[in-house]
C-alpha cells in the first residue's frame, strides 16, 4: 500500500502550533533567565557586605576609611581600596584587565562596560602606595596605563559603589543608628557613591530623552537600575533590590539636574529613593550617614 505523506495544510498547522509554542515559551524562559541574574546579583552583594563585616570585625569595629598620611600625601583607603580589603574575606579578586569580567564584583544584570581605573597623580598615589604596602602583589593587580590620561594605574572590572559617608566618616559599625535600613554598597561602575552623585548609578555614554519640553535630556542613562529598580546591600549585612522612586516623574532615566537642549543645566529633579542629597559630611540623611 502506498504511504500517503503531510499534505501542505497539516504541515501549516504543525508549524503554526509551533510558532504559537514558542510565542509562549520564549518571554517565560526570558523572565526566568533574567530573575536567575537578579538572584545572583543580589547574592553577589550580600556576599560583599557580609565580608566587609568579618572586615570590620578584625579591624577594631571601624571600616576602611579615608583620610590617612603616607609621604605628606592624603591616603584615601576606604574609596580606592576597599574591593581588595573585602576580597581578602571571600577569595575572589575584582577581575583585572587580562581576566574575564564575570565574577562576585560583577553584576550579572548590568555586567561592566569597561575598566575603572585607579590612576596615580600627584595628589592621588593611588599606584604606588599599593605598591609600597605589598598590595598589588596579594590583590593581583599590575600597572598599566590609563587610556584616558595616560597616568599609571591599577585597572579592573566591577559594578558596586562604597556608601561614601563609610569612607569619609570612617564611623564604627556600632556608630550606625539603624544598620538595617543603611547602605553599604550601591550598584554603580565606579568605586563609591553618596546622595549628590546619583548619576554614579547612571551609564556615562548614554543619553535619553526626558518628560517635559521637547529638546530636554538627560545627560545619563541608567546603569545600576535594572527592571525599574536597583539592588542594595546595607549595613546590617542583608541584601535586596529595591524599586527607585523618581519623585512622581516616569523618565526611568532621569538624572537629578536635566540637561537642556543648548548644553545649560535645567530643572533638578529630587529623587525619592534612593533619596538625593548635597554632598558633603554635613549633609545628614537616613540610609546615607550613621546619624540622621
Not at 591599577?154 to 550606625?176: C, K, Q, V
Not at 565606579?190 to 546622595?195: A, H, R, W, Y
Not at 530636554?216 to 541584601?239: K, L
Request: hydrophobic fraction near 35%.
Amino acid at each position: 500500500m502506498k504511504r500517503k505523506g503531510f499534505t501542505l495544510i497539516e504541515l501549516l498547522v504543525v508549524i503554526a502550533i509551533i510558532a504559537i509554542l514558542a510565542a509562549i515559551l520564549f518571554p517565560v524562559l526570558s523572565q526566568a533567565r533574567s530573575a536567575a541574574k537578579q538572584t545572583g546579583n543580589i547574592s553577589n552583594m550580600k556576599q560583599l557586605a557580609l565580608a566587609g563585616i568579618m572586615y570590620i570585625g578584625d579591624n577594631d569595629d571601624q571600616f576602611p576609611a579615608n583620610g590617612g598620611q603616607w609621604n605628606g600625601r592624603t591616603i584615601n583607603n576606604g574609596s580606592w581600596y576597599w574591593q581588595f580589603h573585602f576580597a581578602e574575606y571571600i577569595k575572589q579578586k575584582p577581575a583585572n584587565y587580562v581576566t574575564k569580567r564575570e565574577g562576585i564584583f560583577s553584576s550579572p544584570v548590568n555586567p561592566p562596560k569597561s575598566l575603572q581605573y585607579l590612576d596615580e597623580s600627584g595628589s592621588n598615589p593611588r599606584v604606588t602606595f599599593a605598591e609600597s604596602q605589598g598590595w598589588h602583589t596579594s590583590w593581583g593587580l599590575t600597572r598599566v596605563r590609563n587610556p584616558s590620561n595616560n597616568r599609571w594605574a591599577f585597572g579592573y572590572y566591577a559594578t558596586y559603589a562604597l556608601n561614601e559617608h563609610i569612607a569619609d566618616e570612617g564611623p564604627s559599625l556600632s556608630a550606625w543608628q539603624e544598620p538595617s535600613s543603611s547602605f553599604m554598597l550601591l550598584e554603580g561602575q565606579d568605586s563609591e557613591i553618596e546622595g549628590d552623585e546619583l548619576d554614579e548609578l547612571f551609564s556615562r555614554t548614554q543619553d535619553c530623552v526626558a518628560d517635559g519640553p521637547i529638546g530636554a535630556e538627560y545627560a545619563r542613562a541608567t546603569r545600576g537600575g535594572h527592571a525599574g529598580g536597583t539592588t542594595i546591600a546595607y549595613i546590617d549585612g542583608h541584601a535586596k533590590w529595591r524599586k527607585t522612586d523618581w519623585g512622581g516623574g516616569t523618565n526611568q532615566c532621569a538624572l537629578i539636574t536635566r540637561i537642556n537642549a543648548d548644553g545649560t543645566s535645567g530643572e533638578t529633579m529630587n529623587i525619592n529613593f534612593p533619596p538625593s542629597t548635597s554632598g558633603g559630611s554635613s549633609v545628614r540623611v537616613k540610609g546615607w550617614t550613621p546619624d540622621f
